[in-house]
């Protein structure tokens, strides 16, 4: 019997999975390892961290995903490290998988510039676990505020800042200001949660700096009108239990705020940092590994880059950004040059990336759209929001679950899922302030 040509697919993100499926007809025996068992539907993450959604909803079963595939298998496991002569994989518990291609779709982690240390008081958005430690923080601090003794710990535990504007930050300060506004806004009898006070700080001049500059103006316009405060231009310089610390041209601001997330950049994941050594390839300064027009690493055409991971540049040069569209292309660009090889032909076209388009949701019937070089800000792009965004979803019954939930929310501004959950994270803000050993919290 004729030996199959292995592929080893690390990553069941969009890129991933774009892969794998692409390979469904390819004479190939696909491997897919991935460090959880599902895929993460990442840009509704931030649903989940306000409560619309719960984890469940945005998150698919690879193995189920990929069930009918037979040339196709699913292992759990997170690799660690790579032999690209003897072409192998090497897992976290000493496993080790060939491979005749590899394809790597690890994705990126939060990058704090080097400052480590905030992350414990400034959760980012990147897993389930993160996502609800984020609702955690935030239905919390509602809570305190209802049990605080001053004016002043009440103020502070209703002052919530997002560092970072990109569409994540926008995303994540808009639902909090429905949240606000309208969600819990009859739930309490001692604070008005509406006088919540939502802060977007920025470090460049505008918000969504990718977008054109009348969609980037059109957002803050938004988000304004939701209440909240956007303030640009502006570099944080610490983060700790108390609140954040920032600077303005040349003066020092302190701001006391008991919940900040960070909604920063991103780096290389260890992982990623291990393969650019082993395989000796340029990166920048962000880690990403710089590909060929194949994606392919300089000296070693049998492993392919894809998604946040790689740096991969259009015709003019300008790096491709790190969005979904990206990585599902990626991935399909890969299967299919992998399948040609078997083939025994050759990929003659480079990778180009077709923009379909960017979009960021700011609330209620409140987005912006760049679609085709088209402009829309409103109602419109809501809707279009809306449709893109279910019809990505991987499952059926996932969409049918979050049309309904988006549905009940539109009209009711209810969130059926805010749960406090964890209580071991409660340790982490302490008792309340001037209360003695009342209690841990609800």
Same mark, same amino acid.
């Given at each position: 019997?004729?030996?199959? #040509?292995?592929?080893?697919?690390?990553?069941? %993100?969009?890129? %991933?999975?774009? &892969?794998?499926?692409?390979?469904?007809?390819?004479?190939?025996?696909?491997?897919?390892?991935?460090?959880?068992?599902? #895929?993460?539907?990442?840009?509704?993450?931030?649903?989940?961290?306000?409560?619309?959604?719960?984890?469940?909803?945005?998150?698919?079963?690879?193995?189920?995903?990929?069930?009918?595939?037979?040339?196709?298998?699913?292992?759990?496991?997170?690799?660690?490290?790579?032999?690209?002569?003897?072409? +192998?994989?090497?897992?976290?518990? %000493?496993?080790?998988?060939?491979? $005749?291609?590899?394809?790597?779709?690890?994705?990126?982690?939060?990058?704090?510039?080097?400052?480590?240390?905030?992350?414990?008081?400034?959760?980012?958005?990147?897993?389930?676990?993160?996502?609800?430690?984020?609702? #955690?923080?935030?239905?919390?601090?509602?809570?305190?505020?209802?049990?605080?003794?001053?004016?002043?710990?009440?103020?502070?535990?209703?002052?919530?800042?997002?560092?970072?504007?990109?569409?994540?930050?926008?995303?994540?300060?808009?639902?909090?200001?429905?949240? &606000?506004?309208?969600?819990?806004?009859? $739930?309490?009898?001692?604070?008005?949660?509406?006088?919540?006070?939502?802060?977007?700080?920025?470090?460049?001049?505008?918000?969504?700096?990718?977008?054109?500059?009348?969609?980037?103006?059109?957002?803050?316009?938004?988000?304004?009108?939701?209440?909240?405060?956007?303030?640009?231009?502006?570099?944080?310089? $610490?983060?700790?239990?108390?609140?954040?610390?920032?600077?303005?041209?040349?003066?020092?601001?302190?701001?006391?705020?008991?919940?900040?997330?960070? &909604? /920063? /950049?991103?780096?290389?994941?260890?992982?990623?940092?291990?393969?650019?050594?082993?395989?000796?390839?340029?990166?920048?300064?962000? /880690?990403?590994?710089?590909?060929?027009?194949?994606?392919?690493?300089?000296?070693?055409?049998?492993?392919?880059?894809?998604?946040?991971?790689?740096?991969?540049?259009?015709?003019?040069?300008?790096?491709?950004?790190?969005?979904?569209?990206?990585?599902?292309?990626? %991935?399909?660009?890969?299967?299919?040059?992998?399948?040609?090889?078997?083939?025994?032909?050759?990929?003659?076209?480079?990778?180009?990336?077709?923009?379909? /388009?960017?979009?960021?949701?700011?609330? +209620?019937?409140?987005?912006?759209?760049?679609?085709?070089?088209?402009?829309?800000?409103?109602?419109?792009?809501?809707?279009?929001?809306?449709?893109?965004?279910?019809?990505?979803?991987?499952?059926?019954?996932?969409?049918?679950?979050?049309?309904?939930?988006?549905?009940?929310?539109?009209?009711?501004?209810?969130?059926?899922?805010?749960?406090?959950?964890?209580?071991? &994270?409660?340790?982490?803000?302490?008792?309340?302030?001037?209360?003695?050993?009342?209690?841990?919290?609800?």
């Amino acid at each position: 019997m004729e030996r199959k #040509h292995k592929v080893v697919i690390l990553g069941g %993100g969009f890129g %991933g999975l774009a &892969a794998a499926r692409k390979l469904k007809r390819a004479p190939v025996e696909v491997t897919l390892i991935d460090r959880r068992n599902f #895929h993460l539907f990442q840009p509704l993450l931030y649903q989940v961290a306000t409560g619309s959604l719960s984890p469940g909803e945005i998150a698919a079963p690879l193995r189920h995903v990929l069930s009918k595939q037979n040339n196709a298998r699913v292992l759990l496991g997170e690799a660690v490290d790579v032999d690209p002569e003897a072409k +192998r994989v090497i897992l976290l518990d %000493g496993d080790t998988y060939p491979y $005749d291609s590899l394809i790597v779709a690890t994705g990126s982690q939060t990058s704090y510039y080097g400052n480590d240390s905030w992350r414990q008081w400034a959760p980012s958005l990147k897993s389930i676990e993160e996502a609800t430690a984020i609702r #955690h923080k935030i239905l919390y601090a509602f809570e305190r505020a209802e049990r605080s003794a001053t004016e002043e710990e009440a103020r502070a535990w209703l002052t919530f800042v997002i560092v970072g504007a990109g569409a994540t930050g926008l995303e994540l300060s808009g639902a909090l200001a429905e949240i &606000a506004r309208e969600t819990l806004r009859h $739930d309490f009898r001692k604070i008005r949660p509406q006088d919540a006070r939502i802060l977007l700080l920025e470090g460049t001049p505008r918000v969504l700096g990718s977008y054109p500059e009348d969609l980037s103006a059109k957002a803050e316009k938004l988000l304004t009108r939701l209440g909240v405060e956007v303030v640009k231009g502006v570099m944080v310089t $610490d983060i700790k239990a108390e609140g954040v610390r920032f600077k303005r041209g040349d003066a020092t601001e302190s701001l006391a705020a008991r919940t900040v997330i960070w &909604a /920063g /950049g991103v780096m290389s994941t260890p992982f990623g940092e291990r393969l650019a050594q082993r395989t000796k390839a340029e990166t920048d300064r962000n /880690g990403r590994i710089k590909v060929r027009p194949d994606l392919t690493i300089p000296n070693y055409p049998d492993i392919f880059i894809i998604g946040d991971l790689a740096h991969a540049v259009d015709e003019k040069g300008k790096p491709l950004p790190g969005v979904a569209q990206v990585a599902m292309q990626g %991935g399909a660009y890969a299967a299919k040059t992998i399948r040609l090889r078997v083939e025994g032909k050759q990929q003659t076209r480079p990778f180009h990336y077709f923009n379909k /388009g960017d979009m960021a949701v700011i609330g +209620r019937a409140a987005a912006v759209a760049n679609i085709f070089g088209l402009h829309i800000s409103g109602w419109p792009a809501w809707l279009i929001w809306l449709f893109i965004h279910l019809m990505y979803i991987v499952e059926f019954q996932s969409r049918v679950l979050v049309f309904i939930q988006w549905g009940f929310q539109y009209w009711t501004f209810s969130r059926g899922a805010r749960l406090i959950t964890d209580s071991a &994270a409660l340790d982490s803000v302490g008792k309340p302030e001037t209360m003695g050993n009342a209690g841990d919290g609800p």
